[in-house]
Nanobody
Framework: QVQLVESGGGLVQPGGSLRLSCAAS????????MSWYRQAPGKERELVAG????????NYADSVKGRFTISRDNGKNTVYLQMNSLRPEDTGVYYC?????????WGQGTQVTVSS
C-alpha cells in the first residue's frame, strides 16, 4: 500500500533552517509528481511547493519563493523540502502528497514551529 512518511520538523528560531524529508513506498515514485503542503492552526491546508516526476520542473507558493527548495532523489524514493530564512508565519504541520491512480495520498505530517 502507499505510504508517505515525513520527518525533519522541529522548533527553530526565526531566520533558521530545516530540511524536511518524505520517504515514499508502495507506488511508482519516479513516475509521480510530488508536493509539499502545510496547515497552520485555524487555517486551510495550502500548497507550498511541487516537483515533477523527473525533478526538472518545480513550483512554489509566492510566500516561500527564494527561501524554500523542493528536490527529490528517485533512487531513494524520497522528496525533500529545504527551508531557509524561516519566519514565524511558516509555522504549521507540513505534509507531502502523492497523486497515484486518481487518488491523493498524504503522509501523517511533521510539525514545524518557528519561534524565538
Amino acid at each position: 500500500q502507499v505510504q508517505l512518511v515525513e520527518s525533519g520538523g522541529g522548533l527553530v528560531q526565526p531566520g533558521g533552517s530545516l530540511r524536511l524529508s518524505c520517504a515514499a513506498s508502495g507506488f511508482s515514485f519516479s513516475s509521480t509528481s510530488m508536493s509539499w503542503y502545510r496547515q497552520a492552526p485555524g487555517k486551510e491546508r495550502e500548497l507550498v511547493a511541487g516537483i515533477s516526476s523527473g525533478g526538472g520542473a518545480t513550483n512554489y507558493a509566492d510566500s516561500v519563493k527564494g527561501r524554500f527548495t523542493i528536490s527529490r532523489d528517485n533512487g531513494k524514493n524520497t522528496v525533500y523540502l529545504q527551508m531557509n530564512s524561516l519566519r514565524p508565519e511558516d509555522t504549521g504541520v507540513y505534509y507531502c502528497k502523492a497523486p497515484w491512480l486518481i487518488q491523493n495520498y498524504w503522509g501523517q505530517g511533521t510539525q514545524v514551529t518557528v519561534s524565538s
